[in-house]
């Protein structure tokens, strides 16, 4: 009922930058919560940003300063924009949003099916 669409990962060399989407789709009455994890190999999935329909961002310390969280409520999509990329950011990241679902309504939590960053000279 929910759909998570993720685009905008590749390779990129250190220091590079670039910028993940996400679109949301389907019966969606509102969305709260919006973030971005990431998972490198053999590590588990860690909380990278998040905003709220507000507008207030949290970050991992690991990228503060050097990503930015944003959406665009009208689009239902949310941003990651990231600048002076490390090789420890390789990861797979994930978006995952808290949505009001229907009518009916009801609240869930959905995920996209993740983007490959890879950080390599």
């Known amino acids: 009922q929910v759909q998570l669409v993720e685009s905008g990962g590749g390779l990129v060399q250190p220091g590079g930058s670039l910028r993940l989407s996400c679109a949301a789709s389907?019966?969606?009455?509102?969305?709260?919560?919006m973030g971005w994890y990431r998972q490198a190999p053999g590590k588990q999935r860690e909380l990278v940003a998040a905003?709220?329909?507000?507008?207030?961002?949290n970050y991992a310390d690991s990228v503060k300063g050097r990503f930015t969280i944003s959406r665009d409520n009208a689009k239902n999509t949310v941003y990651l924009q990231m600048n002076s990329l490390k090789p420890e950011d390789t990861a797979v990241y994930y978006c995952?949003?808290?949505?009001?679902?229907?009518?009916?309504?009801?609240?869930?939590?959905?995920w996209g099916q993740g983007t490959l960053v890879t950080v390599s000279s």
């Open positions: 995952k949003s808290t949505v009001v679902a229907g009518p009916p309504l009801s609240t869930l939590d959905a």
């Open positions: 389907g019966r969606i009455f509102s969305i709260n919560r």
């Open positions: 905003i709220t329909s507000g507008g207030s961002t």
